[in-house]
Nanobody, 128 residues
Framework: QVQLVESGGGLVQAGGSLRLSCSAS????????MGWFRQAPGKEREFVSAISRGGDYTRYADSVKGRFTCSRDNAKNTVYLQMNSLKPEDTAVYYC?????????????????????WGQGTQVTVSS
């Protein structure tokens, strides 16, 4: 069974950068689109970014577009979220998630119910 483990969170000043990683066990990682979500204190979990199974297609929330970049290395079973120009409002627990395989290689799901497996989350705190 596939498991997801996030890493790379931490405390950073506004304007700084962090790179989150999400490593997956198993040998079928390249079959699945992957996503990143976040949940700030007192708020619902929200979509951040998604990447197609081959890495050719990406989708971003408007709030992070132009600042965050999602990528993946299928040979390493890892998906990344490069976060630049961080703002205090980016403070949240960040989760990676795996979407069940579909027949569409362009899929970049943006809703939580399209994802079947979640990591444990990693805290990102941006100080002002």
């Amino acid at each position: 069974q596939v498991q997801l483990v996030e890493s790379g969170g931490g405390l950073v000043q506004a304007g700084g950068s962090l790179r989150l990683s999400c490593s997956a066990s198993g040998d079928t990682f390249s079959r699945f689109a992957m996503g990143w979500f976040r949940q700030a204190p007192g708020k619902e979990r929200e979509f951040v970014s998604a990447i197609s199974r081959g890495g050719d297609y990406t989708r971003y929330a408007d709030s992070v577009k132009g600042r965050f970049t999602c990528s993946r290395d299928n040979a390493k079973n890892t998906v990344y979220l490069q976060m630049n120009s961080l703002k205090p409002e980016d403070t949240a627990v960040y989760y990676c998630a795996l979407a069940p395989a579909t027949g569409n290689y362009r899929d970049t799901p943006a809703t939580q119910n399209e994802y079947a497996l979640w990591g444990q989350g990693t805290q990102v705190t941006v100080s002002s």
